[in-house]
């Protein structure tokens, strides 16, 4: 069965950690789970909910949530707080259907930060994402040395990607079985 997961990165960073996380998922991801790293969400402007036109990034955003299976997002802490990037692209979709019960998953780069972490839960959590706790994971590649682009070959953060997103298909195949 093959299974396709959207990754939300929240750092605006050219060589940002997360990003670098969320392409080591990429690469680990286990056989017939493609994982789509998007990207127009760095470029949103500004959400205002009184805005009547949808930008074509947003609309974009909200296809790839459609048909995505399951939601992996990977974003730092700045000023014990979730990121403005991170916040801007899920008040474009907090009203659109399709996220309400969609597995996700919540990847901590830094192994200090836990503020944002939370933050960022009880976001998708009031959005009712459906947040599988168990492919959340603390992956503290900030800080740690490794190159942005070998996180993948690093055991130390390959064996800890590698069980999140055992945790998250495992968690989106018991819930199609269930339907």
Request: proline share 7%.
């Amino acid at each position: 069965m093959s299974h396709r997961i959207l990754a939300l990165c929240g750092s605006q960073r050219a060589r940002s950690m997360s990003a670098g996380l969320l392409r080591a998922c990429r690469d680990l991801a286990p056989a017939g789970v493609v994982i789509d790293v998007f990207e127009q969400h760095k470029d949103f402007p500004l959400f205002n909910p009184e805005r009547t036109d949808v930008p074509p990034g947003v609309a974009a955003l909200q296809a790839s949530i459609t048909a995505a299976d399951a939601l992996l997002i990977a974003s730092p802490e700045y000023a014990h707080g979730v990121t403005g990037t991170i916040k801007n692209t899920l008040d474009w979709v907090v009203n659109h259907a399709p996220f309400a019960g969609k597995p996700v998953a919540v990847l901590n780069p830094a192994y200090q930060s836990f503020h944002a972490d939370e933050a960022l839960k009880e976001t998708l959590r009031t959005m009712s994402a459906d947040l599988v706790l168990d492919a959340c994971l603390r992956i503290p590649v900030i800080g740690s040395r490794v190159d942005p682009d070998r996180i993948a070959s690093d055991p130390r953060f390959a064996t800890p990607i590698t069980a999140a997103l055992r945790a998250l298909v495992a968690h989106v195949e018991r819930a199609n079985n269930s339907v």
